[in-house]
């Protein structure tokens, strides 16, 4: 093993995780996303999170909400600095939204297939977290 863990599955979930998990409430596509975001310093833990839907109840792009950990400035600041780098080289940029600390796409989707190409974008974003804010601190 390289680092930390090997498996984004891998890393230690709040227990609320793992009921919504166990209860089909953490949605599929956001999964790895949220499950990275528990892991990382400057995170104190996840609160809530949503694949996206085409529909009028649900908004239309992938987002999760956290709380954020006011010891750890410096692994919070390292993560929006990687949620930038990641926007820059991405086709689908995120933001991370410091008042009502979320992240989510900068742009919502207009049809199905924008959106489940937005959802694939949140397993990349996830493998880059695990790569280089859980396996690879500085």
């Known amino acids: 093993?390289?680092?930390?863990?090997?498996?984004?599955?891998?890393?230690?979930?709040?227990?609320?995780?793992?009921r919504d998990l166990g209860n089909g409430y953490l949605d599929p596509r956001i999964s790895d996303l949220v499950f990275v975001l528990n892991g990382i310093v400057g995170i104190k833990e996840t609160?809530?999170?949503?694949?996206?839907?085409?529909?009028?109840?649900?908004?239309?792009?992938?987002?999760?909400?956290?709380?954020?950990?006011?010891?750890?400035?410096?692994?919070f600041n390292r993560f929006v600095e990687k949620i930038g780098e990641f926007s820059n080289s991405s086709d689908i940029p995120w933001k991370v939204d410091q008042v009502i600390m979320s992240l989510e796409t900068v742009?919502?989707?207009?049809?199905?297939?924008?959106?489940?190409?937005?959802?694939?974008s949140a397993s990349k974003l996830a493998m880059v977290l695990f790569r280089d804010l859980i396996n690879n601190p500085r």
């Open 1 to 18: 093993m390289l680092g930390k863990y090997e498996n984004i599955q891998d890393i230690p979930q709040p227990r609320r995780v793992m």
């Open 47 to 75: 609160r809530g999170s949503c694949e996206g839907a085409m529909d009028d109840v649900l908004h239309p792009y992938p987002w999760v909400t956290f709380f954020a950990d006011d010891e750890q400035n410096s692994g």
């Open 107 to 120: 742009n919502r989707a207009t049809n199905l297939a924008e959106l489940r190409v937005m959802q694939m």
